[in-house]
C-alpha cells in the first residue's frame, strides 16, 4: 500500500482549506466504491486497496486550477485537473492511479468530444477502461466538492450530465448498470 496521506502533503500545505475539501469529498467517494464492491461479490475480483488509494488521489490536481469556490487558485481551468493529476501520479511512479485521475472526469471524455469541444485537454482518449476506472468515475459523480457528505440522487447525477450532451447520460448510464 502506498501512503496517501503522504503524498497529498507534498502538494498541500497541511489544514489548507483547499486539502479538506479534497479530503473529505475523496473519502466519501471512496467509501461508496468500496460500498458498491461490498455489495457486487462478482466484482471480489477487484484490488479494493488500490480502488481506496485511488479514490484518494483521483482529485489530487486541483490545486493547479483555478476555482476559487474550493480554495484552488492555480492557472488552469477546471476541467484539466485531472490529466494535470495524472502527470502527478506517474511523476510520483503511480501509472494506474494516473489513469484514475486522467479518466474521471465527467462519464470520461472521449478524444472527439476533446477536439470537437475545442478542450484545453491532451488529445487522446480519456475515458474509463478497467473496472476500477469505472467504479471511482461512477461513485465521483455523486459527491460534490461542495457538500462532500451528501450523496446526490441519480437522477439528479444525470441532469448534471446532460448538460454535457446526451452521450454523458448515456455513459453514466452503463456504469450505473453496472454498480447500482
Known amino acids: 500500500m502506498i501512503n496517501v496521506n503522504a503524498i497529498l502533503?507534498?502538494?498541500?500545505?497541511?489544514n489548507d482549506k483547499a486539502l479538506q475539501i479534497l479530503t473529505a469529498h475523496s473519502q466519501s467517494v471512496?467509501?461508496?466504491?468500496?460500498?458498491?464492491?461490498?455489495?457486487?461479490?462478482?466484482?471480489?475480483f477487484v484490488d479494493r486497496d488500490f480502488v481506496s488509494e485511488a479514490a484518494m488521489l483521483h482529485d489530487i490536481g486541483i490545486f493547479l486550477c483555478h476555482a476559487p469556490e474550493i480554495f484552488c487558485f492555480g492557472t488552469h481551468q477546471y476541467i484539466e485537473h485531472g490529466y494535470l493529476g495524472a502527470e502527478i501520479?506517474?511523476?510520483e511512479n503511480l501509472p494506474r492511479h494516473a489513469l484514475v485521475c486522467e479518466r474521471h472526469t465527467g462519464a470520461g471524455i472521449s478524444l472527439e468530444s476533446i477536439i470537437?469541444?475545442?478542450l484545453p485537454l491532451p488529445h487522446r482518449d480519456m475515458q474509463p477502461v478497467s473496472i476500477e476506472e469505472k467504479l471511482i468515475c461512477y461513485a465521483d459523480k455523486f459527491f460534490t466538492k461542495?457538500?462532500?457528505n451528501?450523496?446526490?440522487?441519480?437522477?439528479i447525477v444525470r441532469k448534471k450530465l446532460r448538460s454535457f450532451g446526451e452521450t454523458e447520460v448515456a455513459k453514466f448510464n452503463a456504469m450505473h448498470e453496472l454498480f447500482s
Open 89 to 91: 501520479l506517474r511523476a
Open 116 to 118: 470537437k469541444n475545442r
Open 150 to 155: 451528501t450523496m446526490l440522487r441519480a437522477d
Open 30 to 44: 471512496r467509501d461508496y466504491a468500496l460500498a458498491i464492491l461490498d455489495k457486487h461479490t462478482e466484482y471480489n
Open 9 to 14: 502533503k507534498k502538494y498541500y500545505v497541511e
Open 146 to 148: 461542495s457538500n462532500p
